[in-house]
């Protein structure tokens, strides 16, 4: 089925290390997005990209690293996890700038 | 940098009553749209607002676009258990990102 796929759904990590954030769409949508959900914040945008080899900061992009080498593929990497990364990271994906996003199911991701 | 506000925070409400969520831009928008979360879910995509003073409806729900393009409001009429979730509003203004609103979140008391 199309659609937008995230994995792992549930992660827990010591702080110091690396963790990718995997995110997958089957819609060749030209826009994607990651954002990250915390309480009292709402939905605050990580990075997001225009077309493959294309991407840029969102609001909050210290402590994380992006590539888009495919249209359909955009992970999502924490060089060196800390705690103020736990929280709930939703990959988004939309088929042009300014059009409805769709979004994945999710990662709850746990730095200890 | 832009901002958009929402407000109130937390809304509970008697199943029947009926709801309204703002949500306010420090800048003009170009479009926002309105998602809905429920609870351990994803944001899913409701409506896009796009012209001043737009109003749109889907069943129980209107959603407005202020004149200035900087306000907007979601109302449910009388509101029942499945509209349990948190609402968030979304501005658009051009720059190829959402900026979205913190949420309201709705619990519909049975």
């Known amino acids: 089925d199309a659609g937008i796929t995230q994995s792992p759904r549930y992660k827990i990590t010591e702080t110091g290390r690396q963790v990718t954030l995997m995110c997958h769409q089957t819609w060749s949508h030209s826009y994607m997005f990651w954002y990250r959900q915390d309480l009292g914040h709402g939905l605050r945008l990580i990075y997001y990209s225009a077309a493959a080899d294309i991407t840029d900061k969102g609001e909050v992009p210290d402590g994380y690293v992006v590539s888009r080498s495919k249209t359909e593929n955009f992970p999502l990497t924490l060089e060196s996890a800390t705690r103020s990364q736990t929280s709930v990271y939703f990959c988004?994906?939309?088929?042009?700038?300014?059009?409805?996003?769709?979004f994945g199911d999710g990662t709850r991701l746990s730095i200890l | 940098g832009q901002q958009v506000m929402q407000i109130p925070q937390y809304q509970h409400v008697q199943e029947g009553e009926d709801f309204t969520t703002y949500c306010n831009s420090s800048?003009?928008?170009?479009?926002i749209q309105w998602y809905k979360q429920r609870p351990g879910g994803h944001p899913v995509f409701l409506i896009q607002?796009?012209?001043?003073?737009e109003v749109k409806k889907q069943k129980r729900l209107t959603f407005q676009f202020g004149e200035a393009k900087k306000n907007s409001s979601l109302h449910i009429t009388a509101t029942q258990t499945t509209d349990v979730g948190t609402y968030f509003c979304?501005?658009?203004?051009?720059?190829?990102?959402?900026?979205f609103g913190t949420g309201t979140r709705l619990k519909v008391l049975a």
């Open positions: 988004a994906s939309s088929e042009l700038g300014g059009t409805p996003q769709h």
């Open positions: 800048t003009t928008l170009s479009n």
């Open positions: 607002l796009v012209k001043s003073g």
């Open positions: 979304a501005g658009f203004s051009g720059t190829y990102k959402y900026i």
